[in-house]
């Protein structure tokens, strides 16, 4: 399906009924990866996952300006919001997804009954933030130089601790003519992605001030495998600046792919819990 929005149109998926609950993609910017959490979910929610504008099957009008780009991403996903929902929504974000979550909670908060940012790679949280800026504008330049393949590579081994970047095998809880689907459309929405978003969302400066008045909706989430790597640390400096404790879920930067069935019964299990009196799932311990 597809909803107009200004400047683009939007594809977007959508399983069951009950409380919304948007799935905000991280860079590959496509709804497939989320297709297990999708079917998972949906006997007790409204759940959406859709492309993010720009990437494949969401086509933008014109150029990207990556000045409002955020703002845009942002405004998108109230646009689902007030189109397939009554009210606030539950919204998860991963990766790049989580960054534009933060700005959502921030920028409409209306909109939001429960943020759950799942590794946010914000470089600009971390005391070594600038090698990491650093490191991703070199990868630009080997994307630019070299094609997606090397600098996949580079990206792999170093933020996200693999030696290759296998896409099939990450995806392998795909059925296998969906996992066909994505690796067609991955070429385009690799480089839109290098282009438009690797140097420029590890920038983003959250508003802190406006995050700890709204820490009550918000759940900073993090893999049960990737704990040393970036981008789970910028979650461990938002927790301690906010006073929230980061929830570790199944596997590793991408777990809701690779073990949707744990990772969807977890996360049914926390979005259950904010109906609880006293019970802030922010503050569940980590492990």
Avoid: C, K
């Avoid at 300006?65 to 007030?82: F, K, P, S």
């Avoid at 970047?165 to 059925?175: G, H, I, M, V, W």
């Avoid at 690779?258 to 019964?265: Q, R």
């Amino acid at each position: 399906m597809m909803l107009a929005v200004p400047g683009a149109e939007l594809y977007y998926e959508t399983a069951g009924s009950g409380p919304l609950v948007l799935l905000i993609p991280g860079g590959n910017g496509d709804a497939m990866p989320y297709a297990g959490l999708l079917r998972q979910l949906s006997d007790d929610y409204t759940v959406v996952a859709y492309n993010r504008r720009g990437f494949s099957r969401s086509p933008a009008d014109g150029p990207v300006d990556a000045a409002t780009r955020l703002d845009a991403d942002a405004d998108d996903a109230v646009a689902l919001i007030e189109h397939l929902g009554s009210g606030p929504a539950h919204v998860f974000g991963s990766s790049s997804g989580a960054i534009v979550g933060l700005h959502l909670l921030t920028r409409s908060p209306e909109h939001v009954a429960t943020l759950i940012s799942h590794e946010p790679p914000l470089a600009t949280l971390l005391p070594d933030g600038d090698e990491w800026l650093a490191f991703l504008d070199e990868l630009y330049d080997a994307w630019r130089a070299d094609g997606p393949a090397e600098a996949m590579r580079r990206f792999g081994e170093r933020v996200l601790g693999v030696t290759a970047d296998d896409s099939s095998e990450r995806f392998a809880a795909l059925p296998e003519e969906q996992r066909a689907e994505l690796m067609q459309r991955m070429s385009a929405n690799l480089n839109f992605w290098f282009e438009y978003e690797l140097r420029t969302y590890p920038r983003y400066e959250p508003d802190l001030t406006a995050l700890a008045a709204l820490d009550d909706r918000l759940v900073l989430a993090g893999g049960n495998e990737s704990r040393e790597l970036f981008p789970y640390r910028p979650n461990t400096v938002l927790a301690e600046r906010l006073g929230l404790q980061v929830v570790d879920f199944p596997g590793n930067h991408i777990g809701y792919a690779t073990h949707p069935v744990e990772f969807a019964a977890q996360l049914r299990e926390l979005l259950a819990s904010r109906t609880r009196p006293g019970v802030r799932p922010g503050d569940r311990p980590t492990g």
